[in-house]
């Protein structure tokens, strides 16, 4: 689900792409702890994730649910080296649903014509 998260402030809410405040566009991912672990999940968001470093809104981040996962997203990015530092680990705020013309855009780019 894309969405929005991470602002500093709990006064904020219901943002939107055009009104984003300190958010940053994000996804929810839900996973099966038997089938992944969080340190694979972090492992993979690695290989696939190129971090954008333009601004609040397109900071790369990671946005942790618990002490423990925060503690290991650190030691995961410390990891990483140079492409570690590029990201953020915040714990995790009120998560928003985008609008429904963010949702799955890339599909919807590529199967319209």
């Known amino acids: 689900i894309v969405g929005y998260s991470g602002?500093?402030?709990s006064s904020r809410n219901n943002p939107t792409y055009w009104n984003i405040q300190d958010y940053a566009e994000s996804i929810r991912v839900t996973f099966d702890n038997g089938e992944w672990t969080y340190e694979q999940l972090l492992e993979y968001f690695?290989?696939?994730?190129?971090p954008s470093g333009a601004g609040t809104q397109y900071r790369s981040a990671?946005?942790?649910h618990t002490e423990d996962q925060k503690n290991l997203a650190e030691r995961v990015?410390?990891?990483q080296?140079?492409?570690g530092k590029s990201v953020?680990?915040?714990m995790?705020?009120?998560f928003y649903r985008a609008e429904e013309y963010h949702q799955k855009c890339i599909?919807?780019?590529?199967?319209s014509v």
């Open 88 to 90: 953020a680990i915040e």
């Open 62 to 64: 990671i946005f942790c």
């Open 81 to 83: 080296g140079e492409l």
């Open 77 to 79: 990015c410390r990891a």
């Open 46 to 50: 690695f290989r696939i994730h190129t």
């Open 107 to 111: 599909k919807k780019a590529t199967t």
């Open 92 to 94: 995790a705020s009120d």
């Open 7 to 9: 602002s500093s402030s």
